[in-house]
């Protein structure tokens, strides 16, 4: 197969099918510019305040972009995928698991933005919303049976809309609003929360990709090449929509963040832009997370990434019609408490054990910063469940690799001469 159209699911991406700097950049940015983080932006503020909101915001970007960011030199030094660089850190069953889980939530992701993209469609040009939903999942499906190759062209496109659309609702919200009444937004009375909750929902939003992100960045040419892609995305990318969906909820002029909802109100010319702007939006989250799922698949599933794509997709679009979109909110709390351990672990492991296979010890790491993050969620939550979460399994890890007993080492050595049977 030729390198233009092979995306290497189930080996190392060649040098010579090595991607620029700005592409990948590009295609990674173009993920968490999106619409849901403006709308995850406005549920801060509000519940917050605009100065500590924007504190939480800032935070929690800071947190994943440092996550991402060791995650990706790992990613473009071994050219894996996510599911198939695990393996020699968890093991091939270990390696299995975390892929299920990790791949059956960005088909979540697909399934959000596809019944999104119908929603918008039906609420800003009055289209059926069933039609309208199984209409862009399938439009959405074909597009990304491209992979990196439709990846990079529609981000870009969906980069320069959100940029447009951005900038012309902030010149209509600050006519009739000026700087100081939203710096000093404060929620109403009894609608205050923590500022680690902030902080958490800040992170989760794109924890889960974030953490996937070698099936990016895997196509950088070198380590700093991957991280500065990753940096691009996060915090740049992915603090944007929160930062303008905090500033409209602030103002009043859409309490949910919509930011492109304030130019259907200003005229049809611009709401036709903004319905247009949204479907393309939603339309390279959905591909994105997308090609995240076939890429994590394709080492579960004797597949290949497109058969992967068209079956997960029709799955996806199913989600959609069936209502996911619903289930967001409570969506992104599971994700941070169960996702961020994950890399946490894997830090862990890249700062003491590279030259171990550790297995059991790893698991066992995942599974406390899990134990960790719930406990803090149920007694402490002032504190950010995701920024424990990472800390733990990243502490258990380095503590277990460095300080382990003989008999668990001749264990773990034991099961790698299995794997490679």
């Known amino acids: 197969m030729s390198t233009t159209s092979n995306e290497y699911e189930h080996q190392p991406v060649p040098a010579v099918a090595r991607k620029s700097l700005f592409s990948v950049a590009v295609v990674w940015a173009g993920f968490p ?248 939006n939603c339309a390279s989250v959905a591909m994105h997370g997308l090609y995240n799922a076939a890429a994590g698949w394709s080492a579960v599933i004797p597949l290949s990434f497109r058969q992967l794509v068209v079956i997960l997709g029709a799955i996806g679009t199913l989600l959609a019609l069936a209502g996911i979109t619903n289930w967001l909110v409570s969506w992104l709390s599971v994700l941070g408490i169960v996702v961020p351990g994950i890399g946490g672990t894997i830090m862990g492991w890249m700062v003491a054990g590279r030259s171990q296979f550790s297995p059991y010890r790893l698991l066992l790491a995942w599974a406390f910063s899990i134990i960790c993050s719930s406990l803090t969620a149920t007694h402490f939550p002032q504190y950010s469940v995701a920024v424990v979460s990472i800390i733990s399994a990243f502490l258990f890890s380095v503590i277990s690799l460095r300080r382990v007993p003989k008999s668990l080492k001749l264990a773990d050595k034991d099961l790698k001469n299995q794997s490679l049977i």
């Open 33 to 280: 510019m999106v619409m849901v983080g403006a709308f995850v932006g406005a549920q801060i503020i509000t519940s917050l305040g605009f100065r500590k909101g924007m504190l939480a915001i800032l935070l929690g970007n800071i947190v994943l972009s440092l996550y991402v960011a060791c995650l990706s030199g790992l990613a473009a030094k071994e050219g894996k995928t996510f599911a198939f660089s695990c393996q020699n850190i968890f093991g091939k069953n270990g390696a299995r698991a975390i892929t299920v889980f990790l791949a059956g939530l960005v088909v979540g992701w697909f399934a959000v933005q596809t019944g999104l993209a119908g929603h918008g469609l039906n609420t800003l040009l009055g289209l059926p919303l069933t039609g309208s939903v199984a209409l862009v999942g399938a439009l959405f499906t074909v597009l990304s049976l491209a992979g990196m190759k439709m990846l990079k062209p529609i981000s870009i496109i969906s980069i320069m809309l959100f940029l447009i659309t951005g900038i012309v609702s902030m010149v209509i919200n600050f006519r009739h609003h000026q700087w100081y009444e939203i710096v000093n937004y404060q929620p109403a009375s009894g609608h205050s929360l923590a500022l680690g909750i902030g902080i958490t929902m800040a992170i989760s939003v794109f924890i889960d990709s974030g953490t996937l992100t070698a099936d990016f960045t895997r196509w950088s040419k070198t380590p700093t090449q991957a991280v500065i892609a990753s940096l691009v995305a996060f915090p740049c990318a992915n603090s944007l929509p929160m930062l303008l969906g905090g500033i409209v909820a602030a103002s009043g002029e859409a309490i949910d963040g919509d930011f492109a909802h304030i130019l259907l109100q200003a005229s049809p010319l611009l709401g036709l832009f903004a319905a247009i702007f949204f479907v393309i």
